[in-house]
């Protein structure tokens, strides 16, 4: 028996219904049978994951599985995160800020001196799906340069420069373009300091598509307070209160563009349905197989 | 003689000198006896034209050659434009504002839909070296379908469809994304009515890096009105007494996204000596060989 959290589209139903599949809500006595949970994470689910007694594994729809309630998932629960559904649409939205914030589009009040990309030096942080997907939209329209850093590569061809997170210190300086899609792990977070942001060059363009807490807030703040050159955008804003806040005081800066963490496809169906779908296909696969892609190690999200 | 309107930088100075060269300002009796003219269109220039007797042809700093006082040129005197020139900057400028758009980068107060590129299809009217240029960034970073409309096509491979400008209004209502890269002539003024532009699609996003008067200004804040989901951003502003006016009621619709005529490189002094050097030497071949690229037909541009 599969519980999902959300009501899943007909197309995602039908791939699970052989199963027996219980949407939104149910008793508990059931849900104590379910073996298979589909869900956004969220760290309010802690009360759902103490009720799964049978829980076998759990697959995200987030790409990102850092929301997991990991405290209360008893050891030996498998965890499947969506990685690579969203990669496309995330690797669109980080263009349209990095694009946004080079040409200055929407800008109402005042001219900006246009960046240009050709030719220039593209540094990815974290080359999964969605690193790999910007990298090859940088190299292709834009002739770029391009170096990864990153534990590992999906793409690896599409790295001029592949290099451990250790070398970040040493190639942040070269970027005139910096895209962030680390996922928020115990060794991610903060990567982004302000001892280490501050090697950037001073017309960088830094946007991030990850997740916020990969930079640190106040860091960034005093580095576009300090240095006008300095371009940020990001679609990923840090979490107050366990959730996501879009009441940013860096909304007032000049030298910073936003998206309300619609890089997914927030209000795109067709977006939303495929992903979904993939992550709906992956589960079946796991049932059916007991093998499945995109399996996280929870050592790496374990406060 | 050569007389250049502007002072030109050191290396494009080099490629002239040994020809003669003048900058900025000389007496009546000199500007008598030269024969090229390098110049930023300007419709000012008529006492000047007037006062180059021996005149034999002019070389525009500018892509766009609307700008000259084709009134006060004599007949005969070639006119080369400097077509090409900023055909990576304006792309580049382009895609800032279809991306923008699609993605709502910097619009400060409000989450906006997120629009999907990925296999669309992509309408470029004008295929000459921007157009091109557009086609080629939407081929390649999102396999976008192209459909060209245009007299011609400077490189027909990027296009997986080439129409005359009469099939406009066959293939207006299929693009999800729209880029107007066309020079303003007798032909190409107000391209788009509101008879056209009704037939787009509602969800369409038109971008303008040509010439604002190709758009109908009144037609184009009519359909913004009418269709919210319609989102329109322009690089270029309609003239107001000889001169682009960036005052335009049309930054007041949340459905349009705007930049100051910053494509070419506004402020960006490497696009800019590019494009002067380009300019240079191209007039630098006609002294010398008589031929030079990219000569335009002045009857494409009289009243």
Known sequence: MIFSTSQLRPRSRQLLSEFGLI?????????????????WPSKADKGL???MESLVAVQSLRAGVNGIAFE???PGIRVFSNAGAFSGPVAEGAWGLILGLAKGANVRNRMV????????????????????????IGKTAFSMYTIGVSRSFKSPVLFDEKRPMSDLGEVIGRADV?????????????TLRYDVLKMMKQEVIL??????????????????SERPETRFGTDV?????????????????PNFAGTFHTGPGVGNEEALGRAELAAVA??????????????????????
């Open 237 to 253: 804003f840090w979490r107050e209160g366990g959730r996501e806040s879009f009441d940013s005081p860096l909304w007032e800066l």
């Open 23 to 39: 949407e939104v809500s149910a008793d508990d006595k059931v849900l104590a049978t379910c073996e298979f949970l589909v869900a």
């Open 207 to 224: 946007v991030n598509v990850g997740r916020a807490e990969t930079i640190d807030e106040a860091s960034i703040a005093r580095i576009l």
């Open 178 to 190: 910096i895209a962030d899609s680390l996922p928020l792990t115990v060794a991610t977070s903060a």
């Open 282 to 303: 992956n589960i079946r696969r796991f049932i059916l197989t007991g093998d499945a892609a995109n399996e996280i190690n929870r050592n790496d999200y374990l406060p």
């Open 113 to 136: 001196i246009p960046r240009l990309l050709d030719g220039r030096t593209l540094l990815v942080l974290g080359c999964g799906g969605i690193g790999s997907e910007i990298a090859r």
């Open 72 to 74: 209360a998932l008893r």
């Open 49 to 51: 994951l103490t009720k």
